[in-house]
Structure formats: structure tokens, C-alpha cells
């Protein structure tokens, strides 16, 4: 995961996490933001590296099974207009 994760860096996407604590913004940094309720999800968002089980607690996902593209990363690669 963190191999596509830096990979994705050279396509032009950036980090969507909190330096300081490893949390994923939300919403980009949430691979399902829409969910309801939105803790736990299910998956994370590539660039936002880890899983978000409450707004406070994250666990790192065990395989790119687990691990999604959200939308914004799509545009900074060049997947979406």
C-alpha cells in the first residue's frame, strides 16, 4: 500500500492526512464519505493511508483489497475531469 501510495505521488496526488496524527481528512481522505453511519468505514482512501473507525481511530488496512481512489485523488491523477 505505501509503494502505490508514494507511487501516486508521482502522478500528481497529494496527501490527505494529517501530518501530525496519521488521521484522514474527511472527506477526501475518506474512501467512503457518504456512508452512513460514517464510522467505521469499510475501506481506505489511498492517500489517505489508513481506515478510519471513529473520527479519532484508524487502523492501517492489511492489503490494497481494502483500499480505495477516492475522487479527488482521481483528478489530481488525471482520472477524472
Given at each position: 500500500m505505501v509503494l502505490?501510495?508514494?507511487?501516486?505521488?508521482?502522478?500528481?496526488?497529494?496527501d490527505k492526512y494529517d501530518p501530525s496524527t496519521g488521521i484522514p481528512h474527511y472527506p477526501d481522505g475518506y474512501a467512503e464519505p457518504q456512508r452512513k453511519p460514517?464510522?467505521?468505514?469499510?475501506?481506505?482512501?489511498?492517500?489517505?493511508?489508513?481506515?478510519?473507525?471513529?473520527?479519532?481511530?484508524?487502523?492501517?488496512p492489511d492489503s490494497l483489497t481494502k483500499t480505495r481512489i477516492g475522487s479527488k485523488t482521481?483528478?489530481?491523477?488525471?482520472?477524472?475531469?
Open positions: 502505490l501510495h508514494e507511487l501516486l505521488h508521482t502522478l500528481g496526488a497529494t460514517l464510522y467505521p468505514q469499510r475501506f481506505a482512501e489511498i492517500m489517505g493511508g489508513k481506515i478510519p473507525l471513529s473520527p479519532t481511530k484508524t487502523i492501517m482521481a483528478k489530481e491523477i488525471g482520472w477524472l475531469d
